[in-house]
Nanobody, 125 residues
Framework: QVQLVESGGGLVQAGGSLRLSCAASGRTFSSYAMGWFRRAPGKERDFVAAISWFGGSTYYADSVKGRFTISRDNAKNTLYLLMNSLKPEDTAVYYC??????????????????WGRGTQVTVSS
C-alpha cells in the first residue's frame, strides 16, 4: 500500500496562486496513477485532476482547466497541483489519491484506493 500526505494549502486572495504537494511513501509511487479531488463545505467530493503513472497524460475537470496543472516527480515520490487564478469557489479541502494504473485518468473517487487526509485551501474575495 501507499501512504499519502498533502501540504501547501493556505489562505490566498482571489487571483493568487498556490502549489499543493502530496508526498508518497510505502509501495513504489510509480506503480500508481494519481489524482486530486476536493470537497467544498456542504458539498460532495469532486474530481479536480488526474495524471498517469508516468506523467505523460493529464486530465482536468472543466472548472479548473487552464488554471490548474497537475504533475508528478517519481524520483521524489511526489505529486503536485499548481493552482493559478484562484477563485473563491476553489475554496475546499484538497485530497490526493492513488489508483491502479488501469484506472489512469479516472474521475471516479471509487477507483482510488488510497487517500491522504487533505489540506485546506481558502480563497478570499
Amino acid at each position: 500500500q501507499v501512504q499519502l500526505v498533502e501540504s501547501g494549502g493556505g489562505l490566498v486572495q482571489a487571483g493568487g496562486s498556490l502549489r499543493l504537494s502530496c508526498a508518497a511513501s510505502g509501495r513504489t509511487f510509480s506503480s500508481y496513477a494519481m489524482g486530486w479531488f476536493r470537497r467544498a463545505p456542504g458539498k460532495e467530493r469532486d474530481f479536480v485532476a488526474a495524471i498517469s503513472w508516468f506523467g505523460g497524460s493529464t486530465y482536468y475537470a472543466d472548472s479548473v482547466k487552464g488554471r490548474f496543472t497537475i504533475s508528478r516527480d517519481n524520483a521524489k515520490n511526489t505529486l503536485y497541483l499548481l493552482m493559478n487564478s484562484l477563485k473563491p469557489e476553489d475554496t475546499a479541502v484538497y485530497y490526493c489519491a492513488a489508483c491502479p494504473r488501469q484506472y489512469s485518468g479516472s474521475s471516479r473517487s471509487d477507483d482510488y484506493g488510497y487517500w491522504g487526509r487533505g489540506t485546506q485551501v481558502t480563497v478570499s474575495s
